[in-house]
Each structure stands twice: as C-alpha cells, then as structure tokens.
C-alpha cells in the first residue's frame, strides 16, 4: 500500500464520516445497556453555526463518543430551531433590506417570509454539524 505524498483531510473526513454512517454506528436503537441520551440544544435557523455552537457541539459529541465507549445505549438527538426568535429577527432584517415592515404584513405574509428563509437556511447548520463530525442520530432528525 502506497501513502499519498499530500494528505487531503476534506477527502478523509467525507470517507469516514460516510463509512460511520453507513455502518449505523450513531444510530441507537433501546436495548438492555444503560441509555445515554442528548437531546441536542437546538440552533436557531439563522443561517450558520458560530463557534459558541462549534465548541457546544464538540463538548456534547466527545461525551455521546465516551458513553458509546463504555457501553452505553448512546443516542444525540439532534434538533432545530426552538423557539424562532432569532430566525425572527433574521426575517425582519431580511425584509427592512426588501423595503418591508413587518408591521405591513399579515401573520400569514410574515410566515411565508419565514418558511423561505426556512427552506434557503435550514438545513445549513445541520449540514455543518455533519462536516465538523458530529456524531448525531440523523435518523431522529425531524
């Protein structure tokens, strides 16, 4: 077997991420072992994660890592936005930079601002927590 003289981490990070997710190793499914269960604190759906979520998510995927090492049932569930308030005020700069208030439209004009900026956005963050590593359940995503 022959190295390569340069190493490409993207190349070796996509490889292995997919060979761990293709094998089912951060899927968890109930059992006899003792449970060991994160239920990921959801990002807002702002656009991107910062490197308080980096830091975060690193912390909760090095304990998920251990408690899989010592046996346990280990399940991080990850999540998405909670409580909206953040993606809010996403939507309303997104809308003053358009020339429109959010005080002229209705609740059902406002969401559908939201549910755009949902669907440009959303998936972002998670698709960031899969390139830093992130050893979640993507099966319990909802």
Request: aromatic fraction near 10%; include cysteine; charged fraction near 25%.
């Amino acid at each position: 077997m022959e190295l390569s003289k340069n190493f490409t981490p993207s190349e070796t990070d996509s490889k292995w991420y997919e060979h761990w997710l293709s094998k089912g190793y951060f899927n968890s499914t109930p059992d006899e072992r003792e449970p060991y269960t994160i239920v990921i604190p959801p990002p807002n759906v702002t656009g991107v994660l910062h490197m308080g979520h980096c830091l975060n998510n690193t912390i909760q995927d090095i304990l998920t890592r251990r408690a899989r090492m010592s046996g346990k049932n280990a399940c991080w569930v990850p999540g998405t936005d909670h409580a909206s308030i953040a993606t809010e005020a996403k939507v309303v700069q997104m809308l003053r930079e358009r020339g429109i208030t959010k005080s002229s439209l209705s609740r059902e004009e406002f969401l559908n601002y939201a549910w755009e900026w949902k669907e440009k956005y959303g998936g972002i963050i998670l698709q960031q927590l899969r390139k830093m590593g992130c050893s979640l359940d993507w099966n319990r995503t909802s």
